[in-house]
Nanobody, 121 residues
Framework: QVQLVESGGGLVQPGGSLRLSCTAS????????MAWYRQAPGKQRELVAA???????SYADTVKGRFTISRDNAKYMVYLQMNSLEPEEAAVYYC???????????????WGQGTLVTVSS
């Protein structure tokens, strides 16, 4: 099966930066979209940033200008550069992808296990 594994989470002070990475592995023909979500305790999971098909990256309004998503299609990887982090952005950050295992087959949604980002002094 296809797996997504995130890395790069940790403790950062307010105003600091982190770079998250996500790697897809397994038998993969193509990946249509890759995205980052986050979920804080007691909150719904929300979309942070995404790259879909040939479209330019999209971002939640709250992170525009501070976060940057990038994808390496050849390596099946996606990154999230997070700058000027705020305490309310502490959450588990999840990688998401829609993966095609065989040409012409349907895309399967896959989730990573998440990586914890803590923003605190």
């Amino acid at each position: 099966q296809v797996q997504l594994v995130e890395s790069g989470g940790g403790l950062v002070q307010p105003g600091g930066s982190l770079r998250l990475s996500c790697t897809a592995s397994g038998y993969i023909f193509s990946i249509y979209s890759m995205a980052w979500y986050r979920q804080a305790p007691g909150k719904q999971r929300e979309l942070v940033a995404a790259v879909t098909g040939r479209r330019p990256p999209s971002y939640a309004d709250t992170v525009k200008g501070r976060f940057t998503i990038s994808r390496d299609n050849a390596k099946y990887m996606v990154y999230l550069q997070m700058n000027s982090l705020e305490p309310e952005e502490a959450a588990v950050y999840y990688c998401n992808a829609h993966v095609q295992a065989v040409r012409g087959d349907r895309y399967i949604e896959v989730w990573g296990q998440g990586t914890l980002v803590t923003v605190s002094s």
